[in-house]
């Protein structure tokens, strides 16, 4: 896992600014669907894998956009984050759908007639 400090140090004052608003806003979203779906009571080690794994992606866009100045690699390799959560997602079955998702293509179907009225 790269060092955030690190990371921070190898850009610019600009980039910083970028690399702030961008962790921020993944980081809030991700927070404010696991509290709605889950509960925050169940964070697990696995939602903080998956965060670190936000802070390793944007390192890596700004490493592969050549704006890291830095003589070390600090980007580190997400390639085990991603394998533990491609499998976490493997794992999930598909339960029997829910009755708002049943309804959806009437709902749809209504919408549509509307609109052409």
Not at 37 to 54: E, H, M, S, V
Not at 67 to 87: F, H, M, P
Request: proline residues 3%; aromatic residues 6%.
């Amino acid at each position: 896992m790269p060092d955030v400090r690190e990371i921070l140090k190898a850009l610019s004052p600009e980039d910083r600014v970028v690399w702030e608003q961008c962790r921020t806003e993944m980081r809030r979203a991700y927070l404010t669907m696991h509290n709605s779906i889950l509960g925050i009571t169940t964070w697990d080690a696995k939602d903080d894998a998956f965060i670190d794994l936000i802070d390793i992606k944007i390192a890596t866009l700004f490493d592969r956009g050549g704006r890291l100045q830095s003589t070390k690699d600090i980007t580190g390799n997400g390639s085990e984050i991603e394998e533990a959560v491609k499998k976490a997602a493997e794992a999930i079955k598909p339960k029997e759908q829910s009755q708002s998702a049943k309804l959806l293509p009437e709902t749809k179907k209504a919408w549509e007639g509307a609109l052409k009225s």
